[in-house]
């Protein structure tokens, strides 16, 4: 979709619409949301809307007579943080991810570098919580845990009956647990 700006629209699995410049194809925008965006369309007014998995509509402004009240949008930034993303959806994920190596939520004093940029880092309880950079808000966003691991140990590519798989889930079949 392409915005009257000249910007256009993408949307993906990993739960975002990206803005992108119509000159430079930079992102310029990542708006994150609590599902898979599943289609994106530019309104004539320049408002943008999302599809999602979860099966609602998000109206997007950038008008502020049209936004969302601060209740409205505090209460969409926890339900984005609430849910949580597996390691594989995660931009840049290669191989596994040490979660003792990571840094703590004090390496998000660091700005990043551009809009959309990823970091993980391990909260107070040690858990692996995905930030996102926002350069309209200069600040890092919370995306949500990122999961992967039962043992907590590594994320990324798990191993079972000699073979890789992006994820093996344990499901319960009359009593019997078996992997998928």
């Given at each position: 979709a392409v915005l009257p700006s000249g910007e256009w629209l993408t949307c993906s699995e990993d739960r975002t619409i990206r803005v992108w410049s119509g000159l430079k194809d930079e992102c310029v925008q990542s708006i994150a949301h609590p599902a898979t965006v599943w289609a994106c369309a530019a309104m004539p007014n320049g408002d943008v809307i999302a599809g999602c998995a979860d099966g609602k509509a998000y109206v997007w402004t950038r008008v502020p007579s049209r936004c969302a009240g601060l209740e409205l949008q505090a209460a969409f930034k926890e339900e984005v943080a609430a849910v949580a993303m597996p390691a594989q959806q995660v931009e840049g994920m290669v191989g596994d991810l040490e979660v003792a190596k990571l840094a703590t939520e004090d390496a998000l004093a660091e700005p990043g570098n551009r809009e959309?940029?990823?970091?993980?880092?391990?909260?107070?309880?040690?858990?692996?919580?995905?930030?996102?950079?926002?350069?309209?808000?200069?600040?890092?966003?919370?995306?949500?845990?990122?999961?992967?691991?039962?043992?907590?140990?590594?994320?990324?590519?798990?191993?079972?009956?000699?073979?890789?798989?992006?994820?093996?889930?344990?499901?319960?079949?009359?009593?019997?647990?078996?992997?998928?």
């Amino acid at each position: 979709a392409v915005l009257p700006s000249g910007e256009w629209l993408t949307c993906s699995e990993d739960r975002t619409i990206r803005v992108w410049s119509g000159l430079k194809d930079e992102c310029v925008q990542s708006i994150a949301h609590p599902a898979t965006v599943w289609a994106c369309a530019a309104m004539p007014n320049g408002d943008v809307i999302a599809g999602c998995a979860d099966g609602k509509a998000y109206v997007w402004t950038r008008v502020p007579s049209r936004c969302a009240g601060l209740e409205l949008q505090a209460a969409f930034k926890e339900e984005v943080a609430a849910v949580a993303m597996p390691a594989q959806q995660v931009e840049g994920m290669v191989g596994d991810l040490e979660v003792a190596k990571l840094a703590t939520e004090d390496a998000l004093a660091e700005p990043g570098n551009r809009e959309g940029q990823h970091k993980i880092v391990k909260d107070k309880n040690g858990t692996p919580m995905l930030y996102q950079w926002s350069m309209a808000a200069a600040s890092w966003e919370k995306i949500g845990e990122v999961t992967g691991s039962s043992d907590g140990g590594t994320l990324g590519k798990r191993s079972y009956g000699g073979k890789e798989y992006d994820y093996l889930f344990d499901i319960d079949i009359n009593g019997t647990m078996l992997k998928l």
